[in-house]
């Protein structure tokens, strides 16, 4: 079993930051990458970063710049670094690890940013 438990969430207000945490636990030696969604109501579920065993990184062109994805191997946690947050970014954020081509889910964490 593969348990992903994000933490810090919540509300602040235009142009602060927020760092989101996700710890994994488990079945996780045949990791190939982790990831930061979100998700707001009525619309899709949308990558934000992923950073690959090897160190790799992507963003999404709105994020890039603003949201920095990092991790320590040593903790088996991931990080999204989110500066300059704007209302937009209000959603709930989701960690995701890709262990053996099965995507699995933490639960979410809900991020508000105030105008």
């Known amino acids: 079993q593969v348990q992903l438990v994000e933490s810090g969430g919540g509300l602040v207000q235009a142009g602060g930051s927020l760092r989101l945490s996700c710890a994994a636990s488990?079945?996780?030696?045949?990791?190939?990458?982790m990831a930061w969604y979100r998700q707001t109501p009525g619309k899709q579920r949308e990558l934000v970063a992923v950073?690959?065993?090897?160190?790799?990184?992507k963003y999404a062109e709105s994020m890039a710049g603003r949201f920095t994805i990092s991790s320590d191997k040593a903790k088996n946690t991931v990080y999204l670094q989110m500066n300059n947050l704007k209302p937009e970014d209000t959603a709930v954020y989701y960690c995701?690890?890709?262990?053996?081509?099965?995507?699995?889910w933490g639960k979410g964490t809900l991020v508000t940013v105030s105008s």
């Open positions: 995701n690890a890709d262990i053996a081509a099965r995507d699995y």
């Open positions: 488990g079945s996780i030696s045949r990791l190939n990458a």
């Open positions: 950073i690959s065993s090897g160190g790799g990184t």
